[in-house]
């Protein structure tokens, strides 16, 4: 007689109820599911898939797999998940994919991050304050308010490498402006006769030695990271996805889009509209493919 077939399945937890916090992070090999809600102060890591039928309050989730919310996220949640996210609404919290992230209602004042595309319902999904950032696309129902809320989208790039080159640039930044600030130092230590200078420069003599041992560091370390810069930036052009902004009702004052290296700010309301860049340029066009 042959041998049966052995079927394996992934390990399940159920949480009936609401799942509360311990004190310390809890993990769970693989999927779990939480019939009630996930109070505040729960950290926990899931090997596998996150099913939430309340909602997710103060709490912090960290998943493999995707993280599904029937609820909703009232505020200060965090979401991070290695697949993709399905809320019904979000306020005041992050989440953060490496797939796609979906919204029912609405998300407001929030940081959302996803290496695909971040998607609100087309009728009702309003996206409004915070920071929106997507690889390759953001569609929404509405964008920002009436009020001139600021909210900012940026597409086209992978959001780790955006934040890489932000990081980068910035570190080149500060060390250009120490290497500007030592080098006139050591130029007036040098170049000055010591019967002309303070007693505080005349301190500075003694540390010359130092003056020049930090002058050759800053200057490697800047060429360091103007390196790693052009590195980050070629990986970038190659990454490049021709992202697109899609707003099916109202896009408000207060909004700014990025698509890969070029900015706008959103200074009168528009509506049905799509948002594209070409040629170092942000066109908003019609569905129909009107441009204006």
Do not use: W
């Not at 310390?24 to 809600?37: A, K, Q, Y």
């Not at 996803?114 to 569609?139: C, F, K, Q, V």
């Not at 360091?224 to 009702?249: C, T, W």
């Amino acid at each position: 007689m042959d041998e049966g077939k052995i079927v394996r399945e992934r390990q399940r937890e159920i949480i009936e109820g609401d799942l509360r916090p311990t004190g310390s992070e809890r993990f769970f090999e693989g999927d779990l599911i939480v019939t009630g809600n996930v109070r505040d102060g729960v950290s926990i890591c899931v090997n596998g898939n996150v099913e939430v039928y309340g909602m997710v309050e103060a709490a912090i989730i960290r998943a493999y797999g995707d993280i599904i919310v029937h609820g909703g996220l009232p505020g200060r949640a965090y979401l991070d998940s290695g697949g993709s996210v399905i809320i019904h609404y979000a306020n005041n919290s992050s989440i953060v994919s490496t797939g796609n992230i979906f919204i029912k209602t609405g998300a407001t004042h929030c940081m959302l991050t996803a290496d695909n595309e971040i998607s609100l319902d087309p009728e009702r999904g309003l996206l409004s304050g915070g920071i929106a950032r997507a690889g390759n696309a953001i569609t929404a129902a509405t964008l920002g308010s009436l009020y001139k809320t600021e909210t900012v989208l940026e597409v086209g790039i992978t959001p780790i490498f955006r934040a890489e080159s932000q990081r980068i640039a910035e570190r080149i930044e500060f060390l250009r402006e120490e290497l500007d600030k030592t080098r006139k130092v050591f130029d007036l230590v040098v170049n000055s006769d010591p019967r002309f200078l303070s007693k505080r420069q005349l301190k500075l003599l003694d540390q010359i030695p130092l003056l020049q041992m930090k002058l050759s560091y800053l200057s490697k370390e800047l060429g360091k990271y103007s390196r790693m810069y052009q590195s980050v930036q070629k990986a970038i052009e190659e990454d490049l996805s021709g992202g697109f902004i899609r707003v099916f009702r109202k896009v408000y004052p207060g909004v700014k889009i990025t698509i890969n290296f070029t900015s706008m700010q959103i200074t009168d309301m528009l509506e049905d509209v799509i948002f594209e860049e070409s040629g170092g340029r942000i066109r908003c066009r019609k569905p129909d493919g009107v441009i204006s």
